[in-house]
């Protein structure tokens, strides 16, 4: 970057955003001088995505003093790409914002911005329509302190007699450690390996097969990434939302035994789904270490099934023994069919209560 006059090769900036993270150390004193001339060598090479990496690239943190010229620059991309006519982008770039650090209301505000240039069948609407609700939430609580968010859209689908979530894109996360808690509330949630980058934009995963209808029970199959999706027998369950007794169809995800490989984190998801309301309990293994959760609010407005699916349905669920003190809130809702299937919104928060909400 010591010489301004000469022009800056497609592939080396790909190798400058690629290099180190943060690309650029904020650090500098021509930190945005130097964002600016990638910028405009990306422009000049004509490729949009190129110019949407170099903002992508700019980190945000909790320690910065004042992110507001962090913001103002990066609005000056939103423009650029409105300029354009190029909406999604402008909206995934305002999706960024509204993962940033900064005032609830300001964030809130990114996401309304972000949810005029979404279409509204698409899981970035989902995921921005979720942060919304999630952050007009925490506003009404007015209560910032928490331990864990996870705001995500995403496609649910039926392929043959098999249910499928697609993978999660975009989704955005915050969590800090709690011995009582479980940051990765997996119910109707798609894959999710990787937390290093979790506020990227170009997070995803594989196709989370949930169930396969054709499998009897005993039987098994393999997943992606080494695992494999096991029917139980039917096991009745009494539903906490409704305080009824299903007799559940129980289906198992977890990873394949190899004795060959050294796993360091042993996953196991197991769901229990009644007929006509969808998954009513879910049980999550890490390491040895166990969650519950169990369905404590639902409206079903149509579909059938094991999982339902039609505009309207909701879910909500509680972990099971989460303590008083902690203010828990873990929804998932379809918003809007898209072809052959259908955008689900989700949103997971874990708030800190204060001392006179508990008493």
């Known amino acids: 970057m010591g010489y301004p006059d000469l022009p800056i090769p497609r592939d080396q900036i790909v190798f400058i955003l690629r290099s180190s993270l943060p690309a650029i150390d904020p650090e500098r004193k021509d930190y945005f001088d130097v964002l600016a001339r990638l910028v405009s060598e990306a422009r000049t090479h004509g490729d949009p995505q190129l110019v949407k990496n170099v903002y992508l690239s700019i980190p945000f943190f909790p320690s910065d003093q004042d992110n507001q010229p962090k913001r103002e620059f990066y609005k000056g991309g939103i423009r650029y790409f409105l300029s354009l006519g190029l909406y999604q982008t402008a909206g995934e770039l305002y999706m960024h914002l509204a993962a ?3 005032s609830t209301a300001e964030r809130i505000a990114f996401c309304r911005k972000a949810l005029e240039c979404f279409h509204q069948t698409s899981r970035e609407y989902a995921c921005a329509s979720a942060m919304k609700e999630m952050l007009c939430y925490m506003e009404r609580q007015g209560n910032n302190e928490y331990y864990h968010y996870w705001a995500f859209g995403e496609t649910i689908f039926q392929k043959e007699e098999s249910i499928f979530l697609s993978p999660i894109y975009p989704c955005f996360a915050f969590h800090k450690k709690s011995e009582s ?24 995963g594989c196709d989370k097969e949930l169930v396969d209808k054709t499998m009897s029970v005993g039987t098994s199959k393999p997943l992606s990434e080494g695992k494999e999706l096991i029917r139980y027998p039917d096991e009745k369950v009494s539903c906490k939302a409704d305080g009824k007794e299903y007799l559940c169809r129980v289906f198992t995800i977890k990873r394949a035994e190899n004795p060959d490989d050294m796993i360091l984190r042993d996953i196991i998801e197991t769901n229990y789904y009644a007929d006509g309301i969808g998954p009513i309990r879910t049980v999550l293994s890490i390491d040895g270490k166990t969650w519950v959760y169990d369905l404590c609010a639902y409206t079903i407005k149509g579909g059938d099934g094991i999982i339902p699916c039609c505009v ?36 997971n928060y874990d708030g800190i209560r204060s001392a006179n909400e508990v008493l």
């Open 100 to 102: 940033t650090y900064g």
């Open 181 to 204: 808690l479980c940051f990765d509330t997996v119910i109707l949630k798609g894959n999710r390996e990787s937390y290093e980058t979790l506020t990227s934009l170009d997070s995803s």
């Open 312 to 347: 309207g349905n909701q879910w909500h669920y509680r972990q099971k023994d989460c303590p008083a003190s902690i203010d828990q809130v873990i929804k998932r809702e379809i918003i809007a069919k898209n072809g052959e299937g259908y955008v689900l919104a989700g949103w």
